[in-house]
């Protein structure tokens, strides 16, 4: 049963010439929720201006958590444990190719929730606007753990995600990224603070999505290793895959790291776009720090070391300005090259945990890590 905690009434205001002004919002309304059931039906009939809250605890659904509701600018709909209690929610008992949660919505605010053991993708938002999503852990998924996917993709944020562990076992691991923004277009959206790592495929994927992505503060690290002991595994490992399938598009890359992956730290993947990449990291990826042979990108002030294949290939429409390989730029020292800290709890503000690893001290090249 739900318990309506907090129904909001709005007065009605009488005007000078005694006019009422009655209340349009009419369905601002808490609801706590402490059964999968409760969970399921919160979500389905959730209207502009509903907070979901959920009680700790995980809950195990039986079919995909969705909504095409909308809130709006000013009455956003909320999904969130209750106070700061700790929710899971479990696609163990989801069917085999299922979605733990999917949204074709706008104006939904996502926190603090833990999606974990989808048998398909675990959280899939599909042309989404004005979405928001903050400390949300995607874990463990059988394909992608989080995606944007559609046209009419725009001003979508996705903040402070944890997105490990995926893997796409019918395919070998070759699908599962820990961030996918595949298969449409639109503008505004942002990926910053994430933590993407051990996943088949790759860190983050661009592939096929036509409008320009701004990533910033996120570390990709440990993908396309083959951890699932798979004698035909095909996962690709690139940290930052920025693009594909034709499109040509000026994605944006900030303060951003990339090691231990098992293909390129950061690739252009055929987009030949004015990529831009700067200050950013690569370092003990298998292949390239930086792959950017056939494009047009920006690479500015970024810092490779220990690559496989070697710093960067770049072909003759890169622009390379104060990059490591470029000349007269010396290569900081690194304080630590041990990664241990960066697998600890996030900071109170659900922010990065602190770290020296792969800090230089420089203010001028490289990621600062944090
Ligand atoms: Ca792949
Ligand atoms: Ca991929």
């Given amino acids: 049963m739900q318990r309506r905690t907090a129904t909001t009434l709005v007065s009605a ?7 009422a002004v009655l209340p349009t919002q009419a369905h601002a309304a808490t609801v706590v929720v ?6 399921t039906s919160a979500i389905s009939s959730a209207t502009a201006g509903t907070t979901i809250q959920v009680r700790g605890g995980t809950y195990y659904p039986t079919a ?10 000013s009455s956003r709909i909320h999904l969130q444990p209750y106070g700061s209690e700790t929710v899971k929610i ?24 833990t999606f974990q053991n989808s048998p398909d993708s675990a959280v899939v938002c599909q042309s989404c606007a004005s979405t928001y999503w903050s400390n949300v852990k995607t ?36 699908n599962a990224d820990g961030v996918a923004v595949k298969y449409g277009s639109g503008t505004g959206n942002l990926v910053t603070g994430a933590r993407l790592y051990n996943n088949s495929d790759d860190g983050i994927d661009l592939w096929s999505f036509s409008s320009p992505v701004t990533v910033e503060h996120t570390w990709a690290f440990g993908n396309g290793e083959n951890r699932w002991s798979d004698s035909a595994f095909a996962g690709d490992g690139n940290g930052y895959k920025l693009g594909g399938d034709g499109e040509s598009v000026a994605h944006v890359v900030n303060n951003s790291a990339a090691w231990d992956n098992a293909g390129n730290g950061f690739t252009e993947n055929s987009n030949t776009g004015a990529i831009v990449i700067n200050r950013t990291t690569a370092y003990a990826n298998g292949k390239w720090g930086y792959y950017f042979a056939t494009g047009a990108a920006r690479l500015g002030k970024n810092l490779a070391v220990g690559n496989g294949s070697g ?15 470029d000349p007269d730029i010396a290569t900081p020292s690194f304080i ?4 241990t800290t960066t697998y600890n709890a996030r900071q109170s503000d659900g922010s990065l945990p602190a770290t020296s690893f792969l800090t230089t001290g420089s203010s001028t090249i490289g990621a600062t890590m944090d």
């Fill in 13 to 19: 205001l009488a005007l000078g010439a005694g006019l």
């Fill in 34 to 39: 402490d059964t999968t059931a409760e969970l």
């Fill in 64 to 73: 995909t958590l969705q909504s095409t509701a909308n809130g709006t600018s």
């Fill in 90 to 113: 479990d696609g163990s008992n989801l069917p085999d190719g299922d979605w733990i949660f999917k949204l074709t919505a706008d104006y939904w605010t996502v926190s603090d929730i």
């Fill in 139 to 174: 874990i463990n998924g059988g394909d992608s753990g989080f995606t944007l996917t559609g046209d009419n993709t725009t001003n979508n944020t996705v903040k402070n995600l944890d997105s490990y562990g995926h893997y796409d076992a019918a395919n070998h691991g070759e």
């Fill in 311 to 325: 710093l960067v290939n770049k072909g003759s429409s890169v622009v390379s300005q104060g990059n490591n390989w």
């Fill in 336 to 339: 630590s090259t041990d990664a």
